[in-house]
């Protein structure tokens, strides 16, 4: 059974921090290139931050500077450090998993994230 499991989100003031962390099992973890992605109310779900198996990274234009994807194949951790948070940032965060080819991906449950005074 595979699962995702995303952990870390909260409020958090514009300016702050917040470090996002997603755990795999049932999975071959270094066979799948892990990501985040973000949905906000109204909003489609997009792409934020991929990272290959071998550690190539993909932003979108929205979080370069800001944001950071990392992994620990030996963990099965994926994990997304965003610093400088904006309002625009506030919605609820997906780990997904990915055979890149082969068509088959995986989501976690989602973590929400609100930045707010």
């Known amino acids: 059974q595979v699962q995702l499991v995303e952990s870390g989100g909260g409020l958090v003031h514009p300016g702050g921090s917040l470090r996002l962390s997603c755990a795999a099992s049932?999975?071959?973890?270094?066979?799948?290139?892990m990501g985040w992605y973000r949905q906000a109310p109204g909003k489609q779900r997009e792409l934020v931050a991929s990272i290959t198996s071998g550690g190539r990274t993909n932003y979108a234009d929205s979080v370069k500077g800001r944001f950071t994807i990392s992994r620990n194949n030996a963990m099965y951790r994926v994990y997304l450090q965003m610093n400088s948070l904006k309002p625009e940032d506030t919605s609820v965060y997906y780990c997904?998993?990915?055979?890149?080819?082969?068509?088959?991906?995986?989501w976690g449950q989602g973590t929400q994230v609100t930045v707010s005074s």
């Open positions: 049932g999975i071959i973890f270094t066979m799948y290139t």
């Open positions: 997904n998993a990915e055979l890149v080819g082969l068509s088959k991906e995986y």
